[in-house]
């Protein structure tokens, strides 16, 4: 099974954006679904945006029209565009494919 690491993330301005990357170890051509997850502090963890491997997507109402998943079996990375960035989007960010994890990036949103 492949690896995932995640990157990407930092801290921005409300409004801001950021890209995240999750890079796997192999090839993510025959992975169904990988999908991005957040967990802040006090909180469960929660779906963020999920991707299939015919390119279907969907969003949490709260990511919908300001994320954007994508991935490209090529480089065998998946991404996630965050716009018009809240301070309530702060959070761990972890990638997930199939039943592996990665280890997750801070995404920071404050003035």
């Known amino acids: 099974q492949v690896q995932l690491v995640e990157s990407g993330g930092g801290l921005v301005q409300p409004g801001g954006s950021l890209r995240l990357s999750c890079a796997a170890s192999?090839?993510?051509?025959?992975?169904?679904?990988m999908s991005w997850h957040r967990q802040a502090p006090g909180k469960e963890r929660e779906l963020v945006a999920l991707?299939?491997?015919?390119?279907?997507?969907r969003y949490a109402d709260s990511a919908k029209g300001r994320f954007t998943i994508s991935r490209d079996n090529v480089k065998n990375t998946m991404y996630l565009q965050m716009n018009s960035l809240k301070p309530e989007d702060t959070a761990v960010y972890y990638c997930?494919?199939?039943?592996?994890w990665g280890q997750g990036t801070q995404v920071t949103v404050s003035s």
């Open positions: 192999g090839s993510i051509f025959s992975i169904n679904v």
């Open positions: 991707i299939t491997r015919s390119g279907g997507t």
């Open positions: 997930k494919a199939d039943a592996v």
